[in-house]
């Protein structure tokens, strides 16, 4: 979905089927949904980690800290540096009449000269001159030092607490600008409150009534599609409260259903795609940049090449940046993830209650 949004950026024009191709990407890869999904989800997985060390104490805020320190970072840390290579290499120069500055990962160069301030930013997540998407690792990172303590606020306010807490964060997101950190801070909150709404629906009963329920797919699938128009100023706060509630009740029935159309979800290729995920987001602006200017140097008359950059931008681009995601997953992302697994070894906490254990574990029918 997030690929699909940025090829649709360089997407639309001038030509009718240039327009089509973009409407096309926009409608069904919308990135700004696709993002929400991916924070929701993002709390779920968090929130279950967590809620195997048990109660928060310093030794395991600070360890689950650091462990999402080399998850996140070496990773973005060298692609950052693979951006920056190319922004020298581009300098100045114009490439097939698309000058530096207009594709989606030369946004330091719109500033001016280069400074080193440029990569500080990018490296602490202020600034997203040279990567674009650093503004959801911006999220991430502040989310990966505060879900721990809303974690020890659940285990201490249960019930209304709990809920008192999400609304507060949703009353924070509807404070926040648009695209701002804030914005985004509820729906981590979100997927981690997925665990215990599945056990609360088993010990009530209403389990079996949800599961390979056909309309409520279909309400969530609606709920995310309503979200799509309305994540632009002035509706982003309500579209993307849409998004969150179509997201959790979207994963809900992915973990619950046994429906033949989830097993895709199991298929080796998209599995492939899920391990090497991460570094894919990270080199996707870059892909479709790079296609872009080759594209655009096809020996070819103007309106011919427009057609072949709409509507091969992102297959090609796709192509380019699982090539890419794949080096940086198996020289980079994972050898870093073992070694914080080695300098801090998961641990269950023993004295965790059974009930905190039990939400782990995810009904599959």
């Not at 002035?234 to 998004?243: D, E, K, R, V, W």
């Not at 895709?264 to 080199?283: E, I, N, P, Q």
Request: proline share 4%; aromatic share 16%.
């Amino acid at each position: 979905m997030v690929g699909g949004f940025h090829a649709a950026g360089l997407a639309g024009g001038p030509t009718l089927a240039g327009i089509y191709a973009a409407w096309i990407l926009g409608f069904f890869f919308d990135g700004r949904t696709g993002v929400s999904i991916f924070f929701v989800l993002s709390g779920l997985v968090l929130g279950m980690s967590l809620r195997r060390a048990g109660s928060v104490t310093a030794w395991n805020y600070f360890h689950f800290c650091g462990r999402r320190f080399f998850r996140l970072f070496p990773a973005y840390f060298f692609s950052t540096l693979f951006y920056l290579a190319l922004y020298f290499g581009l300098w100045d120069r114009a490439a097939h009449g698309l000058p530096v500055g207009n594709g989606w990962c030369d946004y330091y160069l719109r500033d001016g000269a280069w400074k080193w301030t440029h990569l500080a930013g990018n490296f602490c997540f202020v600034s997203q001159s040279l990567n674009v998407a650093t503004w959801t690792l911006r999220v991430e990172a502040l989310a990966a030092f505060i879900l721990p303590l809303l974690h020890a606020f659940s285990l201490r306010f249960r019930g209304k607490g709990a809920a008192l807490m999400l609304l507060a964060l949703v009353m924070l997101s509807f404070s926040a600008s648009g695209g701002g950190t804030r914005l985004n801070l509820y729906l981590f909150y979100l997927g981690y409150w997925i665990p215990p709404l599945i056990e609360n629906l088993r010990a009530s009963g209403h389990l079996g009534k949800i599961m390979n329920n056909g309309w409520a797919v279909a309400l969530a699938l609606a709920a995310l599609a309503a979200s799509h128009p309305l994540q632009v100023n002035p509706g982003a706060h309500i579209g993307l409260l849409l998004a969150g509630l179509g997201s959790t009740a979207l994963l809900l029935m992915i973990l619950l259903s046994s429906h033949p159309i989830f097993s895709v979800l199991d298929h080796r290729v998209v599995r492939y795609f899920g391990k090497v995920s991460y570094s894919y987001y990270l080199f996707n602006l870059l892909s479709v940049d790079l296609v872009q200017r080759v594209l655009l140097s096809a020996p070819t008359d103007e309106t011919t090449r427009r057609l072949i950059i709409e509507w091969l931008i992102f297959p090609a681009s796709t192509i380019l940046c699982l090539a890419m995601a794949s080096v940086s997953f198996y020289l980079v992302e994972r050898p870093f993830i073992r070694l914080g697994g080695f300098l801090l070894p998961s641990f269950t906490d023993p004295n965790a209650s059974d009930r905190a254990k039990a939400t782990d574990v995810v009904p599959k029918a």
